[in-house]
């Protein structure tokens, strides 16, 4: 499975942009990059994904570089609830072994006010 | 909303018995899955379904069944609850088993074994 790596937490301030930074150098070329976020007590929330062309949809934006090896999620104007852990993940397809959908330990984006 | 209820949302039940949770979509999507996440583990896949009556496990299966007879129903039965089992269950939902096939979670079921 391709990993991915992020760091634990960063903040920012309410009404700018938020970068969430996620590196994932072994992903396969035809693996998709998801990002979901997480509050507290609640499912995970898909956001984005996209495979190697940016994304935009109404929550956030995707930025992936030219060799796959990272990604960024841009959250254009954070609000205090876009507090989260927000999860990176490659999403391996089913069938083979046993799937995995390998959510990490993310990383948690406090928005201040 | 990605029209899937999970039902209980919150159960405390005794070691040794039973316990089953439901799942139901409102999407028609072929696949579901059952998921545990646990602090330090996060999100593990238990088991999941390609269509009524076609299931397979997942990497944490074992003390788990599950079955599927209807498309919009998935339930996940613990023969008999052990502490371990003590967790929150996420159901989800895709149309496929391809990477580029979305996979929603519902809100959860918390379950307790005491």
């Known amino acids: 499975d391709a990993k991915t790596t992020q760091p634990p937490s960063m903040d920012c301030a309410e009404g700018r942009a938020a970068n969430l930074p996620c590196n994932h150098s072994t992903i396969s070329g035809n693996e998709y990059v998801y990002w979901y976020r997480q509050i507290h007590s609640q499912g995970p929330q898909y956001i984005i994904h996209g495979l190697k062309n940016n994304e935009t949809n109404e929550m956030a934006s995707l930025i992936i570089t030219e060799d796959r090896k990272s990604s960024t999620l841009i959250l254009p104007h954070a609000t205090l609830r876009d507090t989260a852990v927000y999860y990176c993940i490659v999403r391996v397809p089913l069938g083979g072994a046993n799937s995995k959908l390998t959510f990490g330990k993310g990383i948690t984006l406090s928005v201040r006010p | 909303d990605a029209g899937i209820t999970q039902s209980p949302r919150h159960k405390v039940t005794e070691t040794g018995t039973p316990v089953t949770l439901r799942c139901h979509q409102t999407e028609n999507h072929r696949y579901m899955y059952w998921y545990r996440q646990d602090p330090g583990h996060g999100l593990r896949l238990i088991h999941y379904s390609y269509g009524v009556k076609d299931t397979d496990k997942g990497e944490v299966s074992d003390g788990y069944s599950v079955s599927r007879s209807k498309t919009e129903d998935f339930l996940l039965t613990l023969e008999s609850a052990t502490s371990s089992q003590t967790s929150v269950y996420f159901c989800?939902?895709?149309?496929?088993?391809?990477?580029?096939?979305?996979?929603?979670f519902g809100e959860g079921s918390w379950l307790t074994v005491v």
């Open positions: 989800a939902i895709s149309e496929g088993r391809y990477s580029g096939n979305t996979i929603y």
